[in-house]
């Protein structure tokens, strides 16, 4: 996606090989355009999956799930951080390791909002390491639902997030592929077709 390419470069901060700062326009401060570009452009590359649901988890993923479910006119749900205490019975969970914060979290949906008849697509801000959405895809493949794909805002290629999603046979389309970067120097490649 020309447009957000333009707005990495121009706005995005190169922490270090590794980190890229989006807080100025898509994490922190929130481009709302932006944000509904980026919808549109979801609902278009999955248009004849016959979505019922968007799923993506807190907290940065939210503004894009939601731009994404009203391009398709279509509910959103995240999947919640917070320690599942009484829940019990009555979510789906799956534990997630954050290689960024060296911790692991759960991550759970009430049962109510995610079913066998759905078809739901997974979108996130980031695509890096790949452990929050391989817990999401969990998530969906307990419920009985039917995953058709996932959509990542930024995806960084040199880590392993794709590998581990394409091996499980979920197709993946990010609007901005990022092969590496230094300050000043930010190298994108095309995503490749459904
Ligand atoms: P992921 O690939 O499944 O996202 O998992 P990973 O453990 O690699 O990422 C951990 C968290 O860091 C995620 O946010 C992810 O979106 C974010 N992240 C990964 N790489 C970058 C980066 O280069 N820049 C920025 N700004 N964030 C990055 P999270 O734990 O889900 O937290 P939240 O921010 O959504 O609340
Ligand atoms: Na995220
Ligand atoms: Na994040």
Same mark, same amino acid.
């Given at each position: 996606?020309?447009?957000?390419?333009?707005?990495?470069?121009?706005?995005?901060?190169?922490?270090?090989?590794?980190?890229?700062?989006?807080?100025?326009?898509?994490?922190?401060?929130?481009?709302?355009?932006?944000?509904?570009?980026?919808?549109?452009?979801?609902?278009?590359?999955?248009?004849?999956?016959?979505?019922?649901?968007?799923?993506?988890?807190?907290?940065?993923?939210?503004?894009?799930?939601?731009?994404?479910?009203?391009? +398709?006119? /279509?509910?959103?749900?995240? *999947?919640?951080?917070?320690?599942? &205490?009484?829940?019990? #019975?009555? %979510?789906?969970?799956?534990?997630?390791?954050?290689?960024?914060?060296?911790?692991?979290?759960?991550?759970?949906?009430?049962?109510?909002?995610?079913?066998?008849?759905?078809?739901? +697509?997974? /979108?996130?801000?980031?695509? *890096?390491?790949?452990?929050?959405? &391989?817990?999401?895809? #969990?998530? %969906?493949?307990?419920?009985?639902?039917?995953?058709?794909?996932?959509?990542?805002?930024?995806?960084?290629?040199?880590?392993?997030?794709?590998?581990?999603?394409?091996?499980?046979?979920?197709? /993946?389309?990010?609007?901005?592929?990022?092969?590496?970067?230094?300050?000043?120097?930010?190298?994108?490649?095309?995503?490749?077709?459904?």
């Amino acid at each position: 996606m020309k447009l957000l390419e333009e707005r990495i470069r121009a706005e995005g901060r190169i922490l270090s090989d590794k980190v890229l700062k989006v807080d100025a326009f898509l994490n922190h401060q929130v481009d709302t355009m932006l944000a509904v570009e980026i919808g549109r452009e979801f609902a278009r590359l999955f248009a004849h999956e016959h979505i019922t649901k968007v799923l993506t988890i807190e907290a940065s993923g939210i503004q894009f799930a939601m731009a994404t479910g009203i391009a +398709l006119n /279509v509910p959103f749900v995240y *999947a919640k951080k917070k320690k599942a &205490v009484t829940q019990g #019975d009555q %979510v789906y969970a799956a534990s997630v390791h954050s290689f960024t914060r060296g911790e692991t979290y759960q991550v759970s949906i009430v049962k109510d909002y995610l079913n066998p008849e759905d078809r739901v +697509l997974i /979108v996130d801000d980031f695509l *890096a390491t790949g452990a929050a959405l &391989v817990g999401l895809a #969990d998530i %969906v493949a307990e419920s009985g639902a039917t995953l058709v794909g996932m959509g990542c805002v930024i995806e960084k290629t040199f880590q392993e997030g794709r590998g581990l999603i394409e091996e499980r046979g979920i197709p /993946v389309q990010s609007l901005a592929r990022i092969v590496s970067m230094s300050p000043g120097q930010v190298e994108f490649t095309a995503e490749k077709p459904l």
